[in-house]
């Protein structure tokens, strides 16, 4: 029902912290020289930045209502001979998550379903001056891959994991808007040719 987090590989966190911290606005949470997370709400993390090579995707959780869902979709997926695991205790601890299940996508892309993101003790303290973000029960706002091949994305987000298509376009580049709750779109998929991340907001 909502995009909980997303998580990039960068080897340069100094940017990524002058850049979702300073720019954005996001509170900074330094997780000790390998990663840094950043706050948007209430929520533990909503932006997992690690210290690896790569400037690209490393995950994308999103959220569900219970945690009975976990098992639906556990068994949706292996229906269609997509590989799931249970997150163990210490990834749900890294993710701040009751639970969640871990699979690919056709093309790589890791996802994380997640039930119940921890809220914060804390208050939100953005990193700089302003009223803050539209998040609550429309999650962290949307994310967007850059795919081969649309058609089949389209097949595995729409069908199988069952996020409603909002909208498409056609030209000059095929791509295909879905929604998971009241935002026009939670996800879209680019048919650029190429395979990764093209944006988030």
């Known amino acids: 029902?909502?995009?909980?987090?997303?998580?990039?590989?960068?080897?340069?966190?100094?940017?990524?912290?002058?850049?979702?911290?300073?720019?954005?606005?996001?509170?900074?949470?330094?997780?000790?020289?390998?990663?840094?997370?950043?706050?948007?709400?209430?929520?533990?993390?909503?932006?997992?930045?690690?210290?690896?090579?790569?400037?690209?995707?490393?995950?994308?959780?999103?959220?569900?209502?219970?945690?009975?869902?976990?098992?639906?979709y556990a068994e949706q997926l292996e229906a269609s001979n997509i590989k799931v695991e249970m997150g163990n205790r210490a990834l749900a601890d890294r993710r701040f998550v009751d639970d969640l299940i871990v699979f690919n996508d056709p093309v790589g892309n890791r996802v994380e379903v997640v039930y119940n993101p921890h809220v914060s003790e804390e208050p939100f303290e953005p990193g700089r001056n302003i009223e803050g973000f539209k998040t609550g029960p429309f999650g962290l706002g949307h994310a967007v891959l850059n795919v081969p091949n649309a058609e089949k994305l389209m097949f595995f987000y729409r069908d199988i994991l069952g996020f409603s298509v909002s909208d498409f376009g056609l030209s000059p580049l095929p791509i295909y808007f879905f929604h998971v709750n009241g935002r026009h779109h939670s996800f879209a998929i680019l048919e650029s040719g190429k395979l990764g991340f093209h944006h988030f907001m």
């Open 1 to 72: 029902n909502a995009l909980a987090y997303i998580g990039v590989r960068s080897d340069n966190l100094p940017d990524w912290k002058d850049f979702a911290g300073q720019l954005l606005g996001m509170q900074v949470i330094d997780r000790g020289g390998t990663s840094m997370a950043f706050r948007m709400d209430d929520k533990m993390q909503r932006l997992v930045v690690s210290n690896e090579p790569g400037e690209t995707l490393a995950f994308m959780g999103w959220q569900t209502e219970s945690k009975n869902d976990l098992i639906w």
